[in-house]
């Protein structure tokens, strides 16, 4: 069975730094797509970044150049590396995994929320001026 266990949230102020974990038991990397999603009040998940199975990544256009999203195998462990935050990336953040198959033929940054078969409880990211 799969099982995502986010960890790392917190509160920050504008211009800091956080680091997402998302522990993920039962997920081969060689067949998931890998996201990071996140969820403001009020507000529908966005997809923040993907990672698919042959590695290839995609962003949000409003976290390009600031977030980075990587996965350590060995470690079963996905990462979102926050840089120079800002108030409007406050959020709830969830870990998501899908089958390479699942949602066939969207591409993994073609996804969205619903796309995706497995869920992380979320980790909440609070960013104040």
């Known amino acids: 069975a799969v099982h995502l266990v986010e960890s790392g949230g917190g509160s920050v102020q504008v211009g800091g730094s956080l680091r997402l974990s998302c522990a993920a038991s039962?997920?081969?990397?060689?067949?998931?797509?890998m996201a990071w999603f996140r969820q403001a009040p009020g507000k529908e998940h966005e997809g923040v970044a993907t990672?698919?199975?042959?590695?290839?990544?995609t962003y949000v256009d409003s976290v390009k150049g600031r977030f980075t999203i990587s996965r350590d195998s060995s470690r079963n462990t996905l990462y979102l590396q926050m840089n120079n935050l800002s108030l409007d990336d406050s959020a709830m953040y969830y870990c998501a995994a899908g089958g390479s198959d699942y949602a066939y033929p969207l591409s993994c940054g073609e996804r969205i929320w619903d796309d995706y078969n497995h869920y992380g409880q979320g980790t909440q990211v609070t960013v104040s001026s």
């Open positions: 990672i698919d199975s042959d590695g290839s990544i």
């Open positions: 039962g997920v081969t990397y060689n067949d998931y797509c």
